[in-house]
């Protein structure tokens, strides 16, 4: 990694805005929906985020400079972006599980649409009644 890239990624992850949890002993799940618009291509974007929070949750509304930097980037991919978001919120945020979702409807002649699905969670974390309770999935 380059110092300009990790300056980047630095830069990028101190935008990352979060608040102290005050419940957590409990686990549960936050979906988040949100479009973002590209600055480099004429498609939005949706993304969907979900989370088990651990100590801290983002603070959603302060998050709007962390999207605008996301959208002026320009990504070689959509899972390159998902996969830097997922490593953003696992570093600042540190859920204890984390699902990043990005979908593209954009169409064109051959592909009618692209959806990306990372997620990560921390060792030893395992809730399955929780997780089994999440919708598959779906294109």
């Given amino acids: 990694m380059t110092q300009e890239n990790a300056q980047m990624i630095q830069s990028r992850r101190s935008l990352v805005r979060t608040r102290p ?40 509304n302060a998050m709007r400079e962390y999207w605008r930097f996301v959208e002026a980037t320009e990504w070689a991919a959509e899972s390159e972006l998902a ?9 600042e945020l540190i859920p204890r599980w984390l699902q990043v979702q990005i979908r593209d409807d954009n169409l064109s002649d051959y592909v009618q649409g692209v959806m990306i699905t990372v997620e990560d969670r921390q060792p030893g974390w395992h809730n399955q009644y929780l997780l089994s309770r999440i919708g598959q999935v779906v294109f």
Avoid: C, F, M, W
């Fill in 21 to 60: 949890a005050n419940v957590t002993s409990h686990d549960y799940l936050i979906d988040l929906k949100i479009k973002l618009s590209p600055d480099y291509g004429s498609s939005q974007l949706s993304l969907l985020l979900r989370y088990v929070p651990d100590r801290d949750l983002l603070r959603n």
């Fill in 83 to 91: 996969l830097a978001i997922l490593e953003d919120l696992n570093n």
